[in-house]
């Protein structure tokens, strides 16, 4: 910003790396000649966890590329880079407060809670009027959220959710019934993928010289965190991820629903969107995207069971575990609800393992910060929650190994979804799956030192019998709980010898982690 100007700035927008989109509230009634607006990257959000070289990449990338815009389109920016060392939020924001007579910060509330109490305390200890505005993205305000909840909820399920946002969206409804005369095609979802079809192959995004510049320094300052830099060829501005919706929706989407739950070795990303990381961090919005995919729907290009799929995961799922964060924190990520203390084992970080499903897994995790919800639930957390590892560990990973992971999303689906750690609070019964589910949705086994078939011994699949253990483990805890009756009945019928076996081969396993 040039000297001139700085006695003009009337207030000064901070807008955070996760609210990359000229219609964050934030910017709502921005003046070109008047009003400042602030982007940081900063020691401490990159650092808080050791996130995936690949995820600082892509948010500083898209950070200046969006940066750059606002300022061909005429605005003030005032953007710190990493190379000036600002430590914190905080002392981006005492430096422009410092730099500028502004009269006021104008911030949207961010995803964060722990970011929340920082501009909390902007509000009452900085010298200009702080207004903090709510994040308009989503669907469901947080006075929604509490409404639908109710008072002191001790369960909630999104189905029910879902359909009440379809009811307020108006997404695939036709009046007040859904279209194509169900809510939910989920049963139309689970097809393995046939040997004869194969995934589209992708559009690749050549590094410009914002990138470039982006690429070194996470190379040179970053070198010790998770994960491989290059090659990098994500969609990192607007015009990008734009390009990213439409080839999804003409490419992929068609197939989305019917292959939503399969695996194929070498395949990361099979029919799934890979729009997370843009949505999640502002360069897509949620609405635009489900605009889209109903249209497509209506223009005949899209089945229902793909269309009502995808819609289900934002305005449901994403929504819904938006919701849940928000509702519990503080203390949601101390829940520990099955005792569970096993640390990560090192082959999280190395992907060093014989069990093939989790060495694709967790070797696609580390090249591209990606892996697709059924790798993340069924594979590395179905083991997470089988294995007992500490919840906060396995929150830990989580965030930083993603390059669409915030707490607030992650938070949920880690302690909620795949551990059962808040005693089921939204999840109906824990997401545990023998060697079996893996093997009708995937080809991992087949290229597996371990027998999927053998239930027990050196060369059984691991998945088996920490299966039994983990229900013989939790027994207790289970016996409330309806939905694991049919489980329980088959435990109670297994002889003492095969409990015995299973004991010992998880004790063997388990102990050479
Ligand atoms: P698609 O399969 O194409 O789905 C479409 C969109 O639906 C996604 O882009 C996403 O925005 C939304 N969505 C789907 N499932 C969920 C869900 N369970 N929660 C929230 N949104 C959902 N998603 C994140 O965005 N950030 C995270 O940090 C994250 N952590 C996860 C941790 C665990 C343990 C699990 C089981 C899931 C997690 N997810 C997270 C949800 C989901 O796995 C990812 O959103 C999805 O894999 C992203 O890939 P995609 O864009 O190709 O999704
Ligand atoms: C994830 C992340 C990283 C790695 N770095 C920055 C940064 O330097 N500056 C910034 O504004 N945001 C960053 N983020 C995203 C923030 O962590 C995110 O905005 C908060 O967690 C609030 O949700
Ligand atoms: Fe995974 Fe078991 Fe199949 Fe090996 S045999 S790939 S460990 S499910």
Known sequence: MPASSRQAVRSIRFVLGDQLTRDISALQGVDRERDLIVLAEVKEEATYVAHHKKKIAFLFAAM???????????????????????????????????????????????????????QRNWAEELPLDVEIRPDDRFFCSHELFDELAGPDPKTLRMEYFYREMRRRTGYLMDGDEPVGGRWNFDHDNRDPLPGDVSPPNRPHYGQDDTTKEVIELVASTFGEHFG????????????????????????????????????????????????????????????????????????G????????GFLRQIIGWREFI?????????????????????????????????MN?????????SRNAYAHHIQRLMVIGNFCLLAGLDPREVQEWYLLVYHDAYEWVEMPNVVGMILYADDGFFASKPYAASGA?????????????????RKNGPDACPFNYLYWDFVMRNRAHFERNRRMGVVLKSLDRMSSDKKDAVRSDSERFLSIL
């Not at 589910?437 to 078939?453: H, P």
Request: hydrophobic share 35%.
């Open 301 to 308: 290009s899209v089945p229902i069971n793909a269309a009502e």
């Open 437 to 453: 589910y893996i093997n009708r949705m995937s080809d991992y086994c087949g290229n597996c030192r371990y027998d999927v078939k």
């Open 228 to 299: 491989e830099l290059e090659p990098f060829d994500y969609p990192v501005t607007r015009r990008q991820a734009l390009h990213y919706l439409n080839w999804f929706i003409a490419e992929a989407l068609p197939d989305f629903g019917r292959y939503q739950d399969a695996m194929r070795q070498g395949e990361p990303l099979m029919f799934h969107s890979h729009l997370s990381a843009l949505i999640n961090c502002g360069l897509l919005s949620a609405r635009e995207c489900c605009d889209r995919v109903e249209a497509a729907h209506k223009n």
């Open 357 to 365: 499903c989790l060495a694709q897994a967790i070797g696609e995790t």
């Open 64 to 118: 200046r590329h969006f940066a750059e815009q606002l300022q061909q389109a005429g605005h003030q920016v005032r953007y710190f880079r990493y190379e000036e060392g600002i430590p914190s939020f905080d002392a981006a924001i005492e430096t422009v407060v410092g730099e500028t007579k502004a009269s006021s910060l104008i911030v949207t509330e961010a995803g964060e809670y722990r970011v929340v109490q920082k």
């Open 322 to 354: 938006r919701g849940v964060y928000w509702l519990k924190m503080p203390g949601y990520g101390d829940q520990n609800a099955l005792s569970a203390d096993r640390q990560l084992p090192e082959f999280f970080w190395s992907a060093d393992t014989d």
